[in-house]
């Protein structure tokens, strides 16, 4: 973590003046069960990228095609709703172990 | 010249806030305040004011919105009292901690229960603490110019804190008195450019407004407000000044009478400071040494200023129109014995607690508080450090 300001170097009322600041919040550190895609029954349907509450899904596009599906483990807090909405059960809930 | 008319408290609120060329007006309905919006809401409707009148569904929103509204850099107004303001409570911190410019009227009206619609300032003392800079009126034409410095104060780029103006309930809001009004030109002059505040919400320019601070942050924007109210010190003075110029009205942190050689001298806020005065004229006349003080700044609090005015007095009467249950005295009180602890020569000092419910203080009472004062700079003992005057035992 970077060295902390003090109130007289820092914007007034809690503003952040640079945008998506959020990203750079680790939140894939809150999960216990981490999503893993099994890409062989996965048919890229995207359903869980629009369920997402923490856009944590990722897709490469190609020709307006999906031809990937993948999780970003640095924001995904393990919620499971992709697990829950994925049509073809090619999601599963792992128990991670730190 | 200046325009003269006849203005309640109420109307007195709406033309300045017309004047002030606001933005963004949101409020909802409560006695005694209803008639500062319903006024604004005629200007609005027949084209005299150009602002966005927001009809809320309750205070808490009306607070929001303007809230909001002002981090856009609009210039911003509400309105409530009593219940709204208690209802408003939770966002009275956001306002200050988001370091909105938002100015709101208070017409002071006592909490439920009892249900009550009369004046006594429960409500926005229960407020002192949530950031905001309060102001108290002792009159209508005060009323009427507090708007101006309001914006004045609150749009200040080192304060940028909201500002309440306080009003007693029907004693002032609904009371019809003459007022001279300032010029839209010389209003247009005093007042702020805008935006009102200095990182406005835009599209172009994406930033994180009303964001978390945990342990490791919280404590510097909190240090931050307590900076800007220490800031405001210096501003408001400065504000009121300006103001004097500008309206040729002597404008002062508190409005002093024969203070100078008195030995007896009441601080009181609002109205009250008002019938304060006339009876220490009174009494002067007959020749007792008595004078009195009238509040107009309540938060941040002028230590300075006051302790130089109050420092030759043999006895100070605080007079607290509310209570502060459990605690050793009201909060005027409490602030007024905290200022003098270190001081070389100290006052009596003792409490007076009236006028709950919107009760009257009669010229009658008022004047016994003063023989009261008296009899404590005689005896040099105070029999009870807070009285309750005008109740029924």
Redesign the interface.
Known sequence: MSK????RK?????????????FEVRTGDWRTFKPVIDHNKCTRCGLCYYYCPDGSITLEVKDGKIVKVDIDYYHCKGCAICEGICPVKAITMVEEVK | MAKVIGLTGDEAVAYAVKQCDVDVIAAYPITPQTVIVETLGEFVANGELDAEMVHVESEHSALSVVTAAALTGARVFTATCSQGLALMFEILYITS????PVVMAVANRALSAPINIHADHSDSMGARDSGWIQLYAENVQEVYDMIFMAYKIAENRDV?LPTMVCLDGFTLTHTLERVEMLDDEVAKKYLPPKPTYP?PISAEK????????LP??Y???K??QQ??MNKAKEVIPKAMEEFSKVSGREYDQFKAYAIEDADVITVALGSTGGTMRSVARELRKQGYKVGSLTLRVYRPFPAEALMEALSGAKVILAMDRTLSFGAIGGPLFEDLRTLFYDAEKRPLIADIVYGLGGRDLTPAEAKAIFKYGLEIAKSGRIPELVKYVGVRE
């Not at chain 1, 902390?4 to 109130?7: D, F, H, K, S």
């Not at chain 1, 820092?10 to 959020?22: F, M, N, Q, Y």
């Open positions: 902390l300001l003090g109130w820092i914007p007034i009322g809690t503003i952040i003046l640079e945008a998506g600041s959020t | 901690g988001v370091r909105a940028l990182y994406p930033a994180t407004y009303g964001s978390l601070a490791d942050y404590f510097e924007f240090m931050q900076d800007a």
